[in-house]
């Protein structure tokens, strides 16, 4: 293993995994999966985007250590994550014999881990999976927490599974050849774990800007590894969402989601949309007394510097409020916020009236 990758422990009662964070690693993998427990057959899950050169490294990696390999690549993007591809992944896995002492290794963006996650958790019910997240999003979020999905149609995320890793494997390497768009989305919920849990980190974030837009090595290396021990100390406390606490990961994300949703598919990224969505949440919690006007526009200057959206879509309001209506978040139709009342801690605050939600929504 590199000299210099950081290990970050996810502690879940008696389970536990490392997710290991580094650059140029990709060739190293396979000690630490073999460190993980013996292994003689691996189905590698990717998309056509990633297969070359990620996956293929992965694989010979694997194979050069005796692990006999196979690699099944998905058209990339969100239409992936369905009930056919599941079936086609089950109909892979039943091709290749795969059977409970294989492995599924997931390489590539949260596309690609959610849909091999689900698969991993429900074929020959349970195969050990590890991860090998390739965008930023997947390294500093989806990878870590073990929550597995598909989308049905009509609702995102609506079937899946909490299914946690034996294993996470990050090179932030790879991020050398996400495109632009990709990457700064990214940076969205980077900014997201500063603003929620950790006042430093923002600071960090605050001092670091030219070398993160750069894509410098070490400063991506220090914010995944920083971001994924902020998600698992979360995790940790609360596994299945049942406490409310790991409801905090979604600051920004009520709002966030109608822009997404509003803008049409492609049009606004996910982080994008956290990004605009943090903004009306600060103002939200500066209407609510929550916190003052310093900080709202401290934490919308960051976004700006790191390339991120910070204006609200041109959309009627009633839409957005509608479209929030919807969201995971609401209790008996009342809408609920992550709101911050200080950098580095946000509550779930309930009941908020909508002519403050409006509000708001105006700059
Ligand atoms: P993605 O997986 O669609 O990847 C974005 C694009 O980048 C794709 O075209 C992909 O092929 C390409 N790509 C990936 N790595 C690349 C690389 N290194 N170089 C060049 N191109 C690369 O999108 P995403 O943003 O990674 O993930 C979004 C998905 O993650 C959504 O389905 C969302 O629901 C899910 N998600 C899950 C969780 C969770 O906790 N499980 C959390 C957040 C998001
Ligand atoms: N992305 C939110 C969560 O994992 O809970």
């Known amino acids: 293993m590199s000299q210099s990758n950081q290990i970050v422990r996810v502690a879940l009662g008696a389970r536990s995994y490392d997710i290991s964070v580094g650059a140029n690693n990709l060739d190293q993998f396979a000690g630490f999966v073999l460190g993980c427990g013996p292994a003689n057959h691996a189905v590698i899950v990717t998309d056509e985007n990633v297969q070359r050169p990620y996956a293929m490294e992965v694989a ?52 690609v881990g959610d849909l091999a996650g689900f698969i991993a958790a429900t074929y020959a019910r349970g195969l050990r999976f590890f991860q090998v997240p390739t965008t930023l999003l997947a390294q500093v979020d989806s990878s870590v927490g073990g929550k597995t ?15 946690q890793p034996s294993g ?33 980190f923002f600071v960090f974030l605050e001092n670091n800007v030219d070398a993160i837009v750069g894509r410098d090595a070490d400063a991506l290396t220090e914010v995944i590894a920083r971001c994924c021990r902020l998600k698992a100390d979360v995790v940790e406390k609360d596994e299945r969402e049942e406490t409310g606490l790991r409801a905090v990961l979604n600051y920004g994300h009520t709002f966030g989601h109608a822009f997404e949703t509003l803008s049409g598919y492609g049009n606004l990224l996910h982080g994008e949309g956290v990004a605009i969505g943090m903004c009306c949440a600060a103002r939200l919690a500066a209407r609510l007394g929550r916190v ?7 934490q919308r200057k960051l976004l700006e510097a790191l390339g991120l959206p910070v204006a609200t879509p041109d959309i009627p309001a009633e839409k957005i409020l509608e479209s929030m209506r919807h969201d995971k978040k609401t209790a008996f139709g009342k809408l609920r ?3 911050p009342d200080r950098l580095g801690h946000v509550e779930l605050v309930g009941d ?7 509000a708001a929504l105006k700059e």
């Not at 999905?149 to 299914?163: H, Q, S, T, V």
């Not at 090179?171 to 500063?194: F, I, M, N, Q, W």
Request: with cysteine; glycine share 10%.
């Open 168 to 200: 996470v494997w990050i090179d932030a390497a790879t991020l050398a050849s996400l495109p632009e768009k990709e990457y700064r989305a990214g940076l969205g919920e980077v900014v997201k774990y500063g603003v929620i849990l950790d006042a430093d």
């Open 337 to 339: 916020f992550v709101l």
């Open 292 to 298: 003052d006007e310093a900080f709202v526009s401290r």
């Open 60 to 111: 010979e990696c694997l194979g050069g250590d005796g692990v006999e390999t196979a690699v099944v690549a998905i058209e990339p993007g969100e239409e992936s994550k369905s009930i056919e591809m599941a079936s086609n992944l089950w109909q892979a896995l039943l091709d290749l014999h795969a059977d409970r002492k294989s492995l599924v290794v997931a390489v590539g963006g949260g596309v």
């Open 149 to 163: 999905a598909i989308d049905l149609p009509a609702a995102k995320n609506i079937i899946g599974a909490f299914y």
């Open 352 to 358: 908020v009236n909508e002519d403050d939600v409006v």
